[in-house]
């Protein structure tokens, strides 16, 4: 099956999208070919359909979908971005989807805070690790490379004090600049979103990771401070689920992370390196820029090896969110931290991680 690229019009053209839409003109890729109803008299159920929504492109997703392994799992994968995490986590409450790609941070804020974008505790739980951050950075609009110089001005980040909002505070305080007090947090929407904000000059500067970081680079925008120099590790992004829809189909859960982390293990694969980068290339991506945003992937703050959550990392996006009071209740972190905190559920991806011949290995949970 070929597999549907995204145009960087796609990438960028986010700002005007409705919440909880796809992203115009963006492609969303299926695991399978569709079947016409009547020939399925007699045969057997079609392949459970498995929903996938991440705000960047997710390179280890794109590689399951290309290697058919999800094909393999007879799993039947819609995979597609999303404007903005809010809508998207809800989706996930009400089973609508049934994985996110988003910000670790975001999953804990919906299942512990009740004042959370979505204005009520969300059903979802992480179930595994994406990312270590991939390259996030607090990038500047032309004519503002330093923090000093966004004081008065406005930062573009998904949800304030959410998610990759709170590094996007850690660096400006670590300058001496407080939110909402020497600079305004402003809701921009996913990564692709805030990077088209910065050349559209909606506000001054961003919170950005993955080809978006890459692409801001490539545009000769400012990076002002890059979260692995402030907060290391860092579990930038994780998968998650609901707990309702896990409990019900918890073998399609395990063959979903199979193919997940099959796909995760194929990207880190050198040898693989040329064929991963023609997955991000299409008109709007040369080869060049596509190898780029390859290397960030495979980098030390890039993709989450084996899809194995980094109890560091864990506890540092914990600490953060303690730091900037992101807690409406106390919270004892060393529970938070553990299996017994119930923020995530290692159970599946322990399952499906065994049958790819992978055990227990230091620093890392599995």
Request: charged fraction near 20%; hydrophobic fraction near 45%; glycine fraction near 10%.
């Amino acid at each position: 099956m070929a597999l549907g690229n995204l145009s960087r019009r796609s990438f960028v053209l986010l700002a005007s999208a409705s919440a909880g839409a796809l992203i115009p003109g963006s492609q969303a890729w299926a695991s399978g070919p569709s079947v016409d109803p009547a020939a399925l008299a007699g045969s057997p159920p079609p392949p459970p359909l498995v929903r996938v929504r991440s705000a960047s492109r997710s390179l280890p997703i794109l590689a399951a979908v290309a290697n058919q392994y999800f094909v393999e799992e007879n799993l039947d994968v819609d995979y597609a971005q999303f404007v903005s995490s809010r809508p998207t986590f809800i989706q996930v409450d009400q089973r609508e989807i049934e994985f996110i790609v988003s910000a670790t941070d975001n999953a804990i804020n919906y299942q512990l805070n009740p004042g959370n974008p979505a204005g009520r505790i969300l059903d979802n739980v992480i179930v595994a690790a994406h990312d270590l951050g991939l390259g996030l950075a607090l990038v500047g609009a032309a004519g503002y490379p330093t923090a000093e110089g966004l004081r008065n001005q406005r930062v573009g980040v998904d949800v304030p004090h959410s998610g990759f909002g709170l590094p996007a505070e850690k660096i400006m305080l670590n300058a001496g600049l407080a939110a909402g007090t020497d600079y305004t947090l402003v809701s921009a929407g996913s990564t692709p979103a805030r990077f088209q904000g910065l050349l559209d000059g909606l506000w001054e500067a961003a919170i950005i990771n993955a080809e978006g970081v890459v692409r801001a680079r490539e545009t000769g925008l400012p990076v002002i401070g890059v979260v692995a120099d402030t907060v290391q590790p860092y579990q930038g992004g994780m998968l998650a689920s609901s707990r309702g829809w896990l409990k019900d189909n918890p073998g399609t859960a395990v063959r979903f992370l199979r193919a997940f982390i099959r796909g995760m293990t194929w990207v880190f694969d050198r040898r693989h390196r040329d064929a991963a980068i023609q997955l991000l290339v299409d008109d709007e991506t040369s080869p060049e820029l596509a190898a780029k945003i390859y290397d960030l992937n495979v980098a030390a703050d890039g993709l989450s090896r084996r899809a194995a959550l980094s109890p560091a990392g864990f506890r540092n996006v914990l600490e953060l969110r303690a730091e900037f009071n992101g807690f409406e209740l106390p919270q004892d972190l060393d529970l938070l931290a553990s299996p017994q905190g119930g923020l995530y559920d290692l159970g599946y991806y322990r399952e499906a991680a065994r049958s790819c011949g992978y055990r227990s290995a230091s620093g890392a949970l599995l």
